[in-house]
């Protein structure tokens, strides 16, 4: 038990520094956490030309030097700490829909919590006793190596499992996305896990290696460094957490406030199409009643509603350049930006529960809102790879996306609302019946 012991308490290559010195390195390596988290380069992405990709994880470096500084429980600690700050990311500001899902307090908490645990444990074993630099350069390899192939592991089998799950949950495997199967086909088939632990394993190493060999050399000259030295390594301390705070903060200030200018701007367009609509209510008003009064047929009159009214407003928005723009009655869709989308379809056909409850949000409470959904996407290819027997049986796959919602209301109760909303009701109804619903 006295092994156990030791390695458990063993305090890392600063072991024989001051407690001024360890807390600084605590206080540096905890910055370069949020710095990496929050500076987007915590993650670094690669894409191959056959359409694979894989991720480098680099907050898992400040882990592996702060097991080899500081030793096996603060290793873990650091870890822990990162694994929240990964997670606080992922809710507030992710970088798309993969980190917003399935980045949980299992794959980044846990996970890298115990990472930082087993390279101190590793780094604790390894220190035992005189080797050769060259020994213990591999041994640190090694460790890296089977602890990041652990991690890429765990996750991807997280990853997949939570992606079976959904799938399930939503009528089976012809329920995956694009995104799900590209994730699934870069980490089992492509070899992307491969490349993710190895390159995870190369940057610790990389961190841990330099680490013990500054560590070393710098407790060699503290007893001949003078007031001079002592001042300038602590003056690089304090610059570089100071960069790392005003870095992180700058950035999520930059980020902060794009996100509101982009949210005024769609706001002010939804205003602006909503007053363009409201201009010619009381126009096509009119023009309803008239119609209706002389017997008119209701889809001529849900053709020239939409034609004149609609047509002329919408035409001038793309979904690329402008997003989805949508213009409903009650649940239905009455005019869109998007030849996926045609008169009468529902606006579940392209927003979810949850989308729609962010839409009201955004209509009561005017505030943008962060939404998923479902992009199309041409992935014949992905699907012929994975699966050639059900490529048809897959060929509807989508890309869930991350993206922001701004709506606005009108109470139309003039005859065209009313007559709008009527008919849509009637030809929704009768498109149930029959059993074409999307």
Not at 140 to 146: K, Q, R, S, T
Not at 345 to 366: F, H, K, Q, T, V
Not at 404 to 425: K, M, N, T
């Amino acid at each position: 038990m006295s092994g156990v012991t030791d390695v458990m308490e063993w305090r890392g290559a600063l072991a024989g520094c001051g407690a001024a010195l360890r807390r600084t390195a605590a206080a540096v390596l905890a910055l370069s956490c949020v710095f990496a988290a929050f500076t987007q380069v915590g993650f670094v992405g690669f894409q191959f030309a056959g359409g694979s990709s894989a991720y480098l994880v680099t907050m898992l470096v400040p882990v592996a030097l702060a097991a080899c500084l500081l030793g096996t429980l603060p290793g873990a600690a650091c870890g822990l700490f990162a694994g929240a700050v990964l997670y606080l990311h992922s809710a507030v500001m992710p970088l798309d829909y993969f980190e917003l899902e399935y980045v949980t307090p299992l794959t980044s908490v846990a996970a890298m919590a115990v990472c930082g645990l087993l390279l101190g444990i590793a780094f604790a074993l390894i220190s035992r006793g005189e080797r050769p630099v060259w020994l213990r350069t591999l041994l640190v390899a090694l460790a890296c190596l089977v602890v990041s192939a652990g991690f890429t592991a765990g996750f991807s089998v997280s990853t997949i499992a939570m992606m079976a799950a959904d799938a399930l949950a939503d009528g089976g495997a012809g329920q995956l996305t694009a995104e799900q199967a590209r994730h699934a086909q870069s980490a089992l088939i492509e070899g992307g896990a491969a490349f993710q632990a190895i390159g995870d394993a190369a940057l610790m190493a990389l961190g841990a290696c330099v680490g013990f060999a500054c560590a070393e050399s710098g407790m060699r000259r503290a007893a001949d460094a003078g007031l001079r030295a002592l001042f300038g390594a602590w003056l690089s301390a304090v610059m570089l957490a100071a960069f790392m705070v005003v870095a992180t903060a700058a950035y999520g200030a930059v980020t902060a406030g794009s996100l509101a200018v982009a949210g005024e701007d769609m706001r002010d367009e939804a205003e602006y199409l909503l007053g363009q609509v409201e201009r010619t209510a009381e126009h096509n008003g009119r023009v309803a009643e008239a119609f209706f009064g002389l017997g008119g047929d209701p889809d001529e009159m849900l053709e020239l509603v939409e034609g004149g009214m609609l047509g002329s407003l919408i035409a001038g928005y793309t979904e690329e350049g402008d997003g989805l723009v949508v213009v409903a009655v009650g649940r239905y869709v009455i005019g869109a930006d998007a030849d996926r989308l045609a008169a009468t379809d529902e606006l579940s056909d392209c927003l979810d529960g949850d989308a729609l409850d962010a839409m009201e949000r955004s209509i009561g409470d005017g505030t943008l809102e962060r939404v998923v959904y479902d992009a199309p996407s041409s992935e014949s290819d992905l699907v012929d790879l994975m699966m050639p027997g059900d490529a048809e049986e897959f060929s509807s796959l989508v890309v869930r996306q991350i993206g922001y919602l701004s709506a606005v209301e009108h109470d139309d109760d003039d005859g065209c609302g009313q007559a709008l909303r009527r008919h849509c009701e009637r030809r929704g109804d009768d498109r149930d019946h029959k059993g074409r619903r999307r």
